[in-house]
């Protein structure tokens, strides 16, 4: 089992940054994919980012491309996302996610096993 904490959201107005941090404590989080997913009320959880165990390759929804960051920090066990040019339609809880497995584009929630509850990122015009 691998617990995931999300933290950094809060709320935000629209043109502002904002960076959001996953921290997932354990000895495997290095071999991990992680990913960033977002859900809005009354819609599905949309893909945000990906990003591979090592660092070399991300890969982003085309939505958040060219706003957002994915990185992370295999030393501290941390996955973040820095958001920024935030838009009103970015507002939405935003959840991480660990795939042990690190088959397919890592772009569905179905290929992640463990998730975080969750930060909510709210962005006001």
């Known amino acids: 089992q691998v617990q995931l904490v999300e933290s950094g959201g809060g709320l935000v107005q629209a043109g502002d940054s904002l960076r959001l941090s996953c921290a997932a404590p354990?000895?495997?989080?290095?071999?991990?994919?992680m990913g960033w997913f977002r859900q809005a009320p009354g819609k599905e959880r949309q893909f945000v980012a990906t990003i591979t165990s090592t660092g070399d390759n991300t890969d982003y929804a085309d939505s958040v491309k060219g706003r957002f960051t994915i990185s992370r920090d295999n030393a501290k066990n941390t996955v973040y996302l820095q958001m920024s040019t935030l838009k009103p339609e970015d507002t939405a809880v935003y959840s991480c996610?660990?795939?042990?497995?690190?088959?397919?584009?890592?772009?569905?929630?179905?290929?992640?096993?463990?998730w975080g509850r969750g930060t909510q990122v709210t962005v006001s015009s």
């Open positions: 354990g000895r495997t989080f290095s071999s991990y994919r």
């Open positions: 996610a660990a795939d042990p497995d690190r088959v397919g584009n890592g772009r569905y929630p179905f290929y992640y096993n463990f």
